[in-house]
């Protein structure tokens, strides 16, 4: 007589676990190693916007301190006043008509290429 052999349920079950452990694990293994790479590039997206912020401060520096020792020259009152008046000299701001500014000394060569990289960066996240 041949023997069959017998239905045993939880040998399914575990085959099943098998495949369903598989797939979080391969899934999780593929995002841990994009997320690694969408890091690397955020770090280098955010040395070239600090290269950037420096090349505009190095810019802005000499206008902001003569558009505070002009206002320290006609106020007499309180030189403090210039100081924190002009200390965002060259940011983006707010108009009354409630559109932005554009921020001085955005089309140097180094905010050019930190914009792109940001872009980039953003549309790669998608």
């Known amino acids: 007589m041949l023997r069959t052999k017998e239905f045993n349920p939880r040998a399914l079950d575990t085959d099943r676990a098998r495949v369903r452990l598989g797939s979080p694990v391969l899934a999780l293994l593929f995002l841990g190693l994009s997320g690694m790479v969408l890091a ?18 190095a810019k802005i520096k000499p ?11 006609t106020q007499r009152d309180d030189p403090a006043y210039c100081e924190r008046f002009w200390s965002d000299y060259g940011n983006a701001r707010r108009l009354p008509n409630g559109t932005m500014s554009q921020r001085m000394f955005d089309d140097l060569p180094e905010c050019v290429s930190a914009a792109q990289a940001r872009k980039a960066l953003n549309q790669s996240n998608r």
Do not use: F, H, M, T
């Open 40 to 57: 690397d590039q955020a770090s280098e997206v955010a040395a070239l916007e600090a290269q950037c912020a420096a090349a505009r401060e």
């Open 63 to 73: 206008l902001r301190e003569g558009e505070i020792a002009k206002c320290k020259a």
